[in-house]
């Protein structure tokens, strides 16, 4: 069974413009990651963030995580046609040690030049 | 440097045959994982070696279902009578140390079909 549900399902917009996705998740956690996939390239780690971490950054890449709602959004900025993949949340199982991951659903994003 | 790869990367098998999907981890990476993701989903979980050692298979989805990593480098999981429902892509993942919070390397992935 996945942890996670995500929002939007799908997305498109148009290039130049900033693509929000959400995620929430069911149990406590020790950090939450997000993934792309294509077809090119396979799934791909963007980011991790702490559960003790609010917001953080990396490039075009903004990340927020709300422990008390348990939810996460992944912001990009400034989308590229490069950027249209499906995009995953994945969280560890707090009282897992192992490192397995529990993905969301995904939201695909089509980002049209 | 090489990352994670899978063989094959494309796989048919008749139903109610064995099939053995291989993986080779990014060298020295102690954290080996497979995923299965069905078409739509994202991947869900299936087991998890330290090293040699598998510590965890809680996401077999049944006994025909069989992971190994005999020298804690090379998995190979190894599906037995294949059943239509098996049909998937199987991914393999390697990150470099236990914990939860490590990085994830992911395979290109085997997609399985069971006609």
């Known amino acids: 069974s996945q942890q996670g549900e995500e929002d939007p399902q799908a997305l498109s917009i148009q290039e130049g413009e900033n693509a929000t996705m959400n995620c929430s998740y069911k149990?406590?956690?020790?950090?939450l990651q997000w993934y792309r996939q294509n077809s090119g390239r396979g799934l791909v780690h963007l980011i991790l963030i702490r559960s003790n971490e609010r917001e953080k950054h990396s490039g075009r890449l903004r990340v927020t995580l709300d422990t008390s709602k348990k939810s996460s959004s992944l912001l990009i900025t400034a989308s590229r046609a490069a950027d249209t993949a499906s995009y995953f949340c994945a969280t560890d199982n707090g009282s897992s040690n192992t490192g397995k991951l529990i993905f969301g659903q995904g939201t695909t994003l089509q980002v049209k030049p | 440097g090489a990352g994670v790869s899978q063989s094959p990367r494309y796989k048919v098998a008749k139903r109610g045959q064995d099939v053995a999907l291989r993986c080779d981890p990014i060298s020295g990476h102690v954290s080996l994982f497979w995923y299965q993701q069905a078409l739509g989903q994202g991947p869900e979980f299936l087991t998890y070696?330290?090293?040699?050692?598998?510590?965890?298979k809680s996401g077999l989805p049944s006994d025909r279902f069989f992971a190994e990593r005999p020298e804690g480098s090379v998995s190979t999981l190894k599906i037995q009578r294949t059943q239509q429902e098996d049909s998937a892509v199987y991914l393999c993942?390697?990150?470099?140390?236990?914990?939860?919070?490590?990085?994830?390397?992911f395979g290109p992935g085997t997609r399985l079909t069971v006609l």
């Open positions: 149990t406590s956690i020790n950090n």
């Open positions: 993942a390697s990150s470099t140390s236990p914990g939860t919070s490590r990085e994830q390397f």
């Open positions: 070696f330290q090293n040699e050692a598998q510590l965890d």
